[in-house]
């Protein structure tokens, strides 16, 4: 027999040290909390949608409001990701839109200044002052949901807030009108959600809201919104039924306050530590590097955690359509594009518009040492070339799947790169997502240096370094590397010095693994002490085991 929820929202204090966890329903219907009072908790959890569910685990998203709660369906074998949130009862959801209509009225411009956080704190005087004024008495508990839904939607992102808020969410999807929403979770992969819009009306005001948090207009005269929100957040929209037959849709991919490290490359097997000891010793030798592959293959993830290894006195500019690096570097110039307004000129261009290619022109006056360009598509990569070929260290990605592949995109339009620059490229990495016994994994599936030009049959000369082999999920390494030679040349090592250098490198990516110490500004730290003194660092690390 499938169990019962009960939930009573008392008009009344709770008693004091009352639980803000989660209760959950017990085979008699009854909420139990730490006190078995039902009613003195904030969120309740609900019992699980269908008898054929089993629950796989619950997460604590934004505690003590909102969960999250992965369940697995044996009769339509799928996953369902519930966003758990307050309950309400029929009065407070009313006094809900009450409130959210008062605040609209009375809301003045100036709060637009404010930061997240204060933002949160005046609503909440705002909410508590009004209930104080119109003499309602509500519980404190019963007042903490209300607050709760007023921040969430004045604030957060509405219905989508506690997706937004989860770190194990990379992307979220809305397909229309009534159709739950998907999430790309880092563990389960595509997911089902609870969430839904259920008539056009709202789908198509958080689409506006979802405009206005870009800082750009969406509407029927210009139904597909693309652009950033200031918390860094990508989002691709759609408005109505202009374009997408089934109402409006959005696509946002979270901007990770916590970038992805060299660590983080490590303990998930998209990389061994050997390779990421010759990605430091390529970044610090400003050696150039494109990273390829198909989408969703964790391009930029790499990208970010390769960049963490440029040497901390140099100066760096990143270049993006939508901001995804993020770098601990003082000397750092993040840049993005932006769109213009009103009719393209002669130029394919609208006014106000800035593109890569402006960036990238831009930023050779910037006199940097390093280049991060986001994306390579357009023609702003000639001048990328150009830029390394003049000495500039550049990184970029770019979708294709093979450096045969990647040479057939530079030198075809639009791109119309001369395969001549292309020498001027020192790394290759592959980057693939493939599906094992172990699910869908990101692999680094080859790590290639450019070694130079055949003019005779107009082909580059590479060497493979690295290679992923899928049958034992290990990193190969393929027997010699022209970095490691022209590092011994550069500083006169010896072969034993050179390997000796390599295997301290190894050794620091090995205790930063062993400590899990994946926050990249505490990796950044140790790093930037290696290059100032690696003698200290590795006493350090001898020291602490």
């Given at each position: 027999m499938s169990t019962t929820f009960r939930v009573r929202i008392p008009h009344k204090a709770e008693p004091e040290g009352a639980p803000l966890g989660p209760a959950r329903p017990t085979a008699e219907g009854e909420a139990e909390s730490a006190t078995d009072l039902p009613g003195t908790f904030i969120t309740a959890m609900p019992p699980l949608p269908d008898v054929d569910c089993e629950e796989l685990e619950v997460t604590a998203v934004t505690p003590p409001y909102s969960y999250a709660r992965i369940s697995y369906n044996d009769r339509?074998?799928?996953?369902?990701?519930?966003?758990?949130?307050?309950?309400?009862s029929n009065p407070e959801r009313e006094l809900l839109e009450h409130l959210k209509s008062t605040l609209t009225q009375i809301i003045g411009s100036e709060v637009a200044t404010l930061s997240a956080p204060e933002k949160r704190s005046f609503l909440r005087g705002e909410v508590e002052t009004y209930?104080?004024?119109?003499?309602?008495?509500?519980?404190?508990?019963?007042?903490?949901?209300?607050?709760?839904?007023?921040?969430?939607?004045?604030?957060g992102f509405g219905p989508v807030d506690e997706l937004i808020a989860d770190p194990q969410i990379e992307d979220i999807?809305?397909?229309?009108?009534?159709?739950?929403?998907?999430?790309?979770?880092?563990?389960?992969?595509?997911?089902?959600?609870?969430?839904?819009f259920p008539d056009e009306e709202s789908l198509n005001s958080f689409v506006i809201m979802l405009g206005q948090r870009c800082g750009k207009a969406v509407s029927v005269s210009s139904p597909i919104l693309?652009?950033?929100?200031?918390?860094?957040?990508?989002?691709?929209?759609?408005?109505?039924?202009?374009?997408t037959t089934r109402g409006g849709s959005f696509t946002i991919r979270r901007f990770k306050e916590k970038p992805f490290t060299p660590v983080d490359l490590v303990t998930s097997g998209s990389a061994s530590e050997e390779m990421i000891a010759y990605f430091w010793l390529a970044a610090e030798q400003g050696e150039s590097l494109i990273i390829c592959g198909g989408p969703a293959a964790g391009k930029t993830s790499t990208l970010n955690a390769i960049a963490l290894f440029i040497p901390p006195t140099s100066k760096i500019v990143s270049i993006e359509d939508t901001r995804e690096v993020n770098l601990?570097?003082?000397?750092?110039?993040?840049?993005?594009?932006?769109?213009?307004?009103?009719?393209?000129?002669?130029?394919?261009?609208?006014?106000?518009?800035?593109?890569?290619?402006?960036l990238v022109r831009a930023a050779l006056r910037q006199r940097p040492n390093y280049i991060i360009v986001g994306e390579v598509r357009g023609k702003e990569t000639y001048t990328m070339f150009q830029a390394m070929a003049t000495g500039h260290t550049t990184y970029s990605t770019m979708h294709a799947d093979s450096v045969k592949s990647m040479v057939n995109r530079l030198e075809n339009p639009p791109i119309n790169t001369p395969r001549?620059?292309?020498?001027?490229?020192?790394?290759?990495?592959?980057?693939?997502?493939?599906?094992?016994?172990?699910?869908v994994v990101r692999r680094l599936k080859q790590v290639l240096e450019i070694v130079g030009f055949e003019p005779e049959t107009n082909e580059l000369i590479t060497n493979?370094?690295?290679e992923w082999d899928p049958g034992?999920?290990?990193?190969?390494?393929?027997?010699?590397?022209?970095?490691?030679?022209k590092i011994t040349e550069l500083k006169n090592y010896t072969h034993e010095d050179m390997d000796a250098e390599f295997q301290r490198r190894v050794a620091v990516i090995h205790y930063l693994v062993s400590k899990g110490i994946n926050d990249h500004r505490q990796l950044w730290r140790l790093v930037s002490g290696y290059y100032k003194d690696p003698d200290e660092i590795m006493r350090r690390i001898q020291e602490a085991g």
């Open positions: 339509t074998k799928e996953y369902l990701y519930e966003a758990i949130e307050p309950q309400l209930l104080l004024t119109r003499g309602i008495t509500l519980s404190p508990l019963s007042t903490e949901r209300l607050i709760y839904y007023i921040q969430r939607d004045f604030v999807s809305c397909d229309g009108v009534e159709v739950p929403l998907f999430v790309f979770h880092s563990k389960y992969e595509s997911v089902k959600t609870s969430v839904t693309d652009g950033t929100t200031t918390e860094g957040h990508r989002v691709q929209a759609t408005y109505g039924r202009e374009v601990p570097h003082e000397n750092w110039i993040p840049g993005a594009t932006r769109s213009g307004t009103g009719d393209r000129g002669p130029d394919g261009k609208a006014a106000g518009e800035v593109d890569m290619f402006d001549i620059l292309l020498s001027a490229l020192n790394n290759v990495i592959i980057q693939i997502q493939a599906r094992t016994e172990k699910g493979t370094v690295y034992t999920d290990k990193f190969v390494f393929k027997g010699h590397s022209f970095l490691f030679d």
